[in-house]
């Protein structure tokens, strides 16, 4: 059902109306079941089509979708999707009973890494004693980029997921409403998108119940001590234990250019002009979503349980980036995070790995 949905998203609108007209006359059981996913799409003539079809089949299941989404859609489908779910009621199609929320599992988290990349994994009881598992992955400017998940495992086999997750990323659990947060900065940011990862629609059930409007991030940090402008030599020591902190493995930037970089400091290149133009070229126009990205990962560190000294200085060198006075490859966290990146670059150069090209996610 994920490959017909994808399908689906990519087709233009006239063919999409043919195939939700199609599934409203179809006796197969997964017709409710695409069409539900079809409720959560961007486009408004979607939705209503979706709807429609749904007020169409004669199944209980597209009962039990109606009624489920009246509880969490927006105003402005509500009327719509009670006269579908009353005309099924008129066709003598009853709705089952009312769902039954369970609550959230557990929530995982990485920190952003230093392209602004990070992973989301939320899990919920559902009915059956089973969970629903739900992994995203977002960037902090590009919203959704990828979703997959399961609408059914046991305990046994979530734990196995997250292992096997954790073997390529950094996970760290997190309260259930701080994940949800995240969820919706990536959704505001995905509102240029023309439509989500099929998997998104096909698991957005998972959040039933709970408010998922798209809004921006805000980190909280009010409860830490005030930061306060930190001395060169106190940025260099906060730098340097940033990036030995486990939250940071992932803060480097994994670009061609980046390789190019690395590849003049091996070839004997004065490495303070190469920093120079590094920190102009690739760290200078980035400088404010960098900022914002450190006071993103210092809140990940508050939650996650860092002694508040540590995060406080986090934030000291967000801020700093604010108002810098020194030129930026001499400013102590720039400069650890370019030499950081090229030493990373390097050393992936020397085993022979191909350059982590992007271009292809940036269409």
Not at 46 to 68: C, E, N
Not at 225 to 253: D, I
Not at 267 to 277: H, K
């Amino acid at each position: 059902m994920v490959t017909f949905l994808d399908d689906f998203l990519s087709y233009q609108q006239e063919v999409q109306q043919i195939v939700i007209r199609e599934l409203s006359q179809s006796d197969d059981p997964s017709s409710s079941r695409l069409l539900a996913a079809m409720l959560w799409h961007e486009d408004r003539t979607v939705v209503l089509s979706a709807l429609q079809a749904l007020g169409r089949l004669r199944d209980p299941l597209a009962a039990g979708v109606l009624q489920d989404f009246i509880a969490d859609c927006a105003e402005e489908y509500s009327d719509t999707a009670q006269k579908c779910l009353r005309r099924l009621g008129f066709l003598g199609v009853n709705a089952p009973a009312p769902r039954q929320l369970l609550p959230f599992h557990a929530a995982y988290a990485t920190a952003p890494d230093g392209d602004g990349y990070r992973s989301l994994l939320l899990s919920r009881r559902t009915a059956e004693g089973r969970l629903c598992v739900l992994y995203l992955q977002v960037h902090e400017r590009r919203g959704v980029l990828a979703a997959w998940g399961s609408a059914e495992l046991t305990l046994e086999e979530f734990r196995s997921e997250v292992e096997g997750f954790r073997m390529q990323d950094d996970l760290h659990e997190v309260p259930p409403p701080y994940l949800l947060a995240l969820v919706r900065d990536a959704l505001y940011w995905s509102r240029e998108l023309c439509y989500l990862p099929a998997d998104f629609y096909m698991r957005r059930g998972i959040f039933a119940g709970e408010d998922m409007t798209p809004a921006p991030f805000a980190p909280t940090l009010t409860a830490l001590p005030q930061h306060r402008v930190l001395s060169f030599e106190e940025g260099e020591n906060a730098a340097r234990a940033l990036f030995k902190n486990p939250l940071f493995t992932g803060w480097f930037m994994a670009s061609q250019r980046v390789y190019d970089y690395a590849e003049e400091c091996r070839a004997g290149a004065d490495i303070e002009q190469v920093l120079q133009r590094f920190c102009e070229e690739l760290l200078a126009p980035e400088l404010e979503l960098i900022r914002e990205r450190l006071l993103v990962s210092a809140d990940l560190m508050r939650v996650v349980g860092n002694p508040p000294f540590e995060v406080a200085n986090v934030v000291s060198l967000a801020e700093s980036l604010a108002d810098n006075p020194l030129p930026f490859h001499l400013h102590p966290f720039l400069r650890c995070f370019a030499l950081e990146s090229m030493e990373i670059a390097k050393e992936s150069l020397e085993r022979g790995d191909d350059a982590p090209l992007r271009a292809a996610e940036e269409f």
